[in-house]
């Protein structure tokens, strides 16, 4: 890679602050490899933003690859499947990622020979027009599909919001440990052009926008193919903070979406790349959202995307890559900024994992030792949404409830980005969190 | 928390990584910055002004030393590393004036760091005045009582060289005679106070070295910049108005009140000092123009260190300013 590519993974956030992404200039452009099934997958019943699923499955029961085997009848949940053809073999308790706590999942035995798998009733992409909106919700309701970008947002209720009349596909990956969404627009350009199609159906908008941190001619196939069909794509800030969805509109349509709002409010939709090809997927393959690309990166010098069955414990992951598990100290799943650590070579990945990163055993945690605050400002410098962090944190250890409201701690976006800049290593993130969640749960 | 071992690994809240900004870079990169007016005035003043530099630097990492090895073997130091020293006694040396004998500027550098920084700390669990100026305050003070002494007038006077009739700043003509002062074989009082001077403030030797500096110090050093906006918006609005008011040349009055060493060199590298100074972008504007304020009122009645008074005056409101305004965050322009 050229020198002036490299100005796209320098991420420019608030204050004159920036953000290393180099570490991924090492996978991307690298080929997604597939991850062999595990042996036993082990399923979170919870792999979106909302309730639970209840298992529809026993200990016992044979399973086919894509077999629905959690659900909800609750509005915004999404169904979770079986990765494998295989056996139930119990469910229980496992160490969820996402969550950063046990929580119940089903435990499928791989078997051999286990069939052809199940699949769903899909659509033809030239019959798309003719199609009623309401099936293709449906369709990738019953698909399980979630946000994939982190958030892991049910797709379905976003994309039966009504009124909506603009459409944002974010393809920023804005993360600096995340290279997969990039990937699947050099390796699947075709589908992700019928995965929007078939969103802009589903939400009857004309008006899409495609937003790259790098230059567009880095995509030229998947620019032809977006040119074809009159979606723009656009060129935007290389930022790590622009994508948080609320602040992508800011920048793509000038909008600013209010406190307490949703997107759909204000008549905008945004979805990330991988949604859009897991759509596309359902939709056009029938295949459930069962798999995923991630982006594994160490400290050690490993870097691939592969593309991995959700379910897939992190030591079979390990094992493709032909690395010990435990050569690491910290493993983290998502993003460097906001994501969960893995209490274990056991810690499944989930539909929301997009990255995993390992840190090995000579790491030290950059915050082990912080110092007194020196009030140089720069946490509320860099603050995407102009809160102050400092501020919060000291009402909060404070306990003074109407300060923290009055500091609008609830609108934090939980980026970690203060953190980030602190030269006396604060980590706020649990002060922000704790403080936002006291003062959501006063205006209730 | 235990290293990572083959079946668990460490937890710990996100984020994982850091930028790599550490305190110390940051006292290292004002360090570097502010050499830039160190040097310059050393080449306009003299190697007087070499050694009221170097004086204030060693009298302060020599304090902090003491007081390191003090508190280690006692138990935890308050400071760790000579970086925030380092560049207190930068300051202190710059802020003193280039006529001032040696000893004062030992004075004020070791009262800055005994009395104002560590002292402060102890006592109050915080700093709430800039060390720099506080100590320089007191010993403005001080001197400026030998006034009272006849044998000591002429030593009293160094704070005050060039203003004892200091009603003069209220005319266009006695401005003019007053800053006759400046003026040089070469230079007009003007360029001498922008450009070149070889008195006054070791500091303000050469006003657009400052000027320069600060200006590499707000992206380098991420300074608040709205501070030493507001101070010399502020300033160069009143000297104006002064001027369109008493007659007389309105650059010589911007010349005077905006480049006189104390104030650009406090505007920029002292009101900014982190911890005595507010962190919201609004209580920044207001302590900036109420610095500038406060400094141009005592500039008038002819207190030429005035901005370094009105400096650690405006300290002590430095938590109130924090609170009063704040701005809306994201989601809520439109309320």
Not at chain 1, 150 to 172: C, D, R, Y
Not at chain 2, 53 to 64: D, E, K, R
Request: net charge negative.
């Amino acid at each position: 890679m050229s020198g002036g590519d490299e100005n796209f993974l320098t991420l420019k956030e608030k204050g004159g602050f920036e953000v290393d992404a180099t570490m991924k200039r090492g996978v991307e452009g690298e080929e997604f490899e597939d991850v062999p099934d595990p042996e036993v997958s082990i399923v979170h019943l919870r792999q979106h933003v909302g309730r639970e699923n209840e298992p529809i499955v026993e200990p016992g029961d044979e399973v086919s690859e894509g077999e629905k085997i959690g659900d909800s009848e609750r509005a915004e949940t999404a169904p979770v499947h079986s990765p494998v053809s295989g056996v139930v073999e119990r469910i229980g308790e496992a160490y969820h990622a996402g969550l950063g706590e046990r929580s119940e999942a089903v435990f499928v035995r791989r078997t051999d020979g286990g069939g052809e798998g199940e699949t769903l009733p899909s659509f033809e992409v030239d019959e798309l027009e003719e199609t009623q909106p309401e099936r293709l919700v449906e369709a990738v309701k019953e698909a399980g599909i979630v946000g994939l970008g982190g958030a892991g947002f049910p797709a379905h209720v976003k994309l039966s919001s009504e009124g909506i009349s603009h459409l944002i596909i974010n393809a920023k990956e804005s993360d600096p440990n995340v290279a997969c969404d990039v990937q699947l627009m050099h390796e699947r350009p075709r589908e992700i052009v019928d995965g929007i199609r078939a969103m802009a159906r589903m939400l009857e908008v004309d008006d899409v926008t495609f937003t790259v941190r790098s230059p567009e001619s880095r995509f030229s196939e998947l620019k032809s193919s977006l040119d074809e069909e009159g979606i723009t794509m656009t060129r935007i800030k290389p930022s790590y903070s622009v994508g948080q969805e609320k602040l992508l509109i800011e920048e793509v349509l000038g909008e600013e979406c209010p406190c307490g709002d949703f997107p759909p409010d204000i008549g905008v939709v945004v979805h990330n790349v991988s949604t859009v090809y897991a759509v596309c997927r359902a939709l056009f393959e029938g295949e459930p959202l069962i798999s995923r690309g991630l982006t594994f990166i160490s400290d050690g010098g490993e870097a691939k995307n592969l593309w991995v069955k959700v379910g897939t414990p992190l030591r079979d992951i390990l094992r493709h890559l032909g690395v010990e598990p435990g050569k690491f100290r910290r493993v983290v799943f998502g993003s460097l900024f906001m994501g969960e650590t893995a209490s274990g070579p056991e810690t499944p990945t989930i539909k929301t994992t997009n990255g995993i990163y390992g840190f090995g055993a000579e790491w030290e945690d950059p915050y082990a030792d912080p110092q007194r605050c020196i009030r140089c400002g720069y946490c509320n410098e860099i603050c995407p949404v102009d809160i102050y962090p400092i501020l919060i944190l000291e009402a909060q250890k404070e306990g003074d409830a109407s300060r923290l409201r009055k500091l609008h701690a609830e609108d934090c976006i939980d980026c970690g980005l203060c953190s980030y800049v602190c030269p006396v290593r604060i980590k706020f993130t649990p002060f922000l969190r704790r403080a936002a969640s006291e003062v959501r749960e006063k205006m209730r | 928390m235990s290293k990572g071992s083959s079946e668990s690994y460490e937890g710990g809240f996100p984020p994982h990584i850091h930028s790599g900004i550490t305190k110390d870079e940051m006292m290292v990169k004002t360090f570097l910055v502010m050499l830039i007016p160190a040097v310059v005035a050393v080449f306009a003043m003299g190697i007087q002004a070499l050694y009221h530099i170097a004086t204030a630097v060693l009298t302060s990492l020599s304090f902090h030393y003491l007081i390191f090895f003090l508190e280690t073997a006692r138990g935890t130091p308050t400071y760790r590393s000579p970086g925030s020293s380092l560049v207190a006694g930068l300051i202190v040396g710059l802020a003193m004036p280039i006529a001032g004998p040696i000893y004062a500027t030992f004075v004020v550098a070791a009262l800055s760091m005994v009395v104002f920084r560590w002292g402060q700390e102890k006592v109050f669990g915080e700093k709430r005045v800039n060390p720099a100026a506080a100590a320089k305050v007191l010993v403005l003070v001080g001197i400026s009582l030998l006034f009272f002494l006849p044998e000591h007038l002429e030593l009293g006077m160094i704070f005050h060289p060039h203003h004892f009739d200091w009603v003069n700043l209220l005319t266009a003509e006695g401005f003019q005679s007053s800053i006759a002062f400046y003026e040089t074989e070469t230079l007009s009082a003007a360029e001498s106070l922008v450009f070149w001077k070889d008195h006054g403030w070791i500091g303000g030797g050469s006003g657009i070295a400052v000027l320069i500096a600060g200006l590499v110090a707000i992206p380098w050093v991420k300074i608040k910049w709205r501070i030493p906006t507001a101070v010399l918006l502020t300033v160069g609005a009143l000297s104006v108005s002064m001027a369109v008011v008493t007659g007389g040349s309105v650059v010589d009055r911007i010349a005077f009140h905006v480049f006189t060493g104390s104030v650009i060199f406090m505007a920029f590298f002292m009101a900014t000092e982190p911890q005595t100074s507010p962190l919201t972008e609004i209580g920044q504007y207001l302590f900036g123009v109420a610095v500038g304020l406060l400094t141009f009122l005592l500039q008038l009645v002819g207190v030429l260190g005035g901005s370094v008074i009105a400096l650690v005056v405006l300290n002590l409101f430095t938590d109130r300013l924090d609170t009063l305004v704040w701005k809306k965050p994201f989601g809520h322009r439109g309320d």
